[in-house]
């Protein structure tokens, strides 16, 4: 088990999102750090933890107004908290206002035009192809008329994605789409255009396998940790975050990515997706998340060391000791695995008995713990509620006039 000599500088989670918060929370609460949570929905699971030391309500619209109330936060905490941002939004948020918030808060120095660039598809792409590091067949359309000359070599099926995220999940419900043919990449970049979420990415869809690294970097770009992982599921099911995952170790993935951070001078908590390309064997980069990602406790070494935990211990200057990886421990979101096991028993690729099989090897779940019930107890109305803010943007859509921002 993780020792710490210190835990009593307090951790604040900006944005607390589902399972990831909650994650966090427990992982640092356990150890006897006091962990705060920040967010706009009182009903996030993290705020329901008994590792929970206090929750803020905080309305992320208004940047001057949420910088005023987040400093307020930190100012009545004392001891400059750590601050822990769990999105895209939330790290460049942060990034960009690192010179008010370093007054009251503690977290690592980094470029923010850099995570702006990692957050950004289509920019980190760029960044990947100078770096050597491989990448999926990619192009972004601007109008129509570039999608109708991808058309004239388009092998489908084909990955379309949001080149930054928060604009079309706010306008198209999620962030990634498998597209069958012609007419349905047409119907979804009009639908996308309508509503002034155009930055879309038309990708090749690679056969293969998803693995992930997450870890931590610290100021001189030394990776401090970092364990691999494969997903078994996800959620949604082609295009999701990891429901079913495994530790695996993947020396290729590992160099592969610190060589890619070092170059670009990284530090702080990363998450980084790829898939092994099943036709050449290469590892191709997908997502890199200059945060910390949802499924950080799936990739924790076996002394239960995690990127959580790491970032605590640099920043209060004690030593990261070096972690094993857990070759075959499994790690499972509970409602989302539920779904998409269903789903996929519905397109009849994935068997009962294989899905009883799949939970060899579980040691940790995403929302139940012994020790901490009520989350768990409260996700049916979490998941409710987020269904509710879902229709009602689906439905927005239906509404909405044409052309309309």
Known sequence: MTSFGRTDKSVVVFRSGHHGGLGIVRSLGRLGVPVYCVDADRWEPAFSSRYCRGRFLLNDENSEETLAQLLDIGRKLGGQPILIPTTDRGAIWVADRADALRETFSFPVQDAALVRSLS?????????????????????????????????TAIFPVMVKAATDERVRANLGRTKFVVRD?????????????????DL??????????????????????????????????FPVQTGVTSLGVCLRNDAVEKTTVAFMQSLGYSGILDIGYRRDQRDGSYKVLDVNPRIGCTFRLLAGSDGMDAARALYLNLTGQPVARSQVPEGRKWIVEDFDLVSSFRSWRARTLTVGDWIRSFRGV??????????????????????????????????LKTMPKHAA
């Open 363 to 396: 040691q940790e779940a995403a929302c139940f713990a012994l020790d901490d019930p009520l989350p768990f107890l409260l996700m049916p109305l979490t998941d409710c509620c987020e269904l509710f803010r879902w229709t009602r943007r689906r439905d927005g």
């Open 120 to 152: 950004d598809k289509n920019r980190m792409q760029q960044l990947a192809c100078e770096n050597g590091i491989p990448t999926a067949l990619t192009t972004s359309p601007k109008c129509k008329e570039d999608v109708h000359r991808f058309l004239d």
């Open 201 to 234: 990415m038309l990708q090749e869809l690679i056969p293969g396998e998803d693995w992930m690294f997450d870890g931590y970097f610290d100021q001189a770009s030394q990776c401090l940790f970092g364990v691999t992982g494969k997903k078994i599921r996800r």
């Open 182 to 198: 012609r007419h349905e990449l047409l119907e979804l970049y009009a639908k996308a255009e309508d509503h002034g979420a155009s």
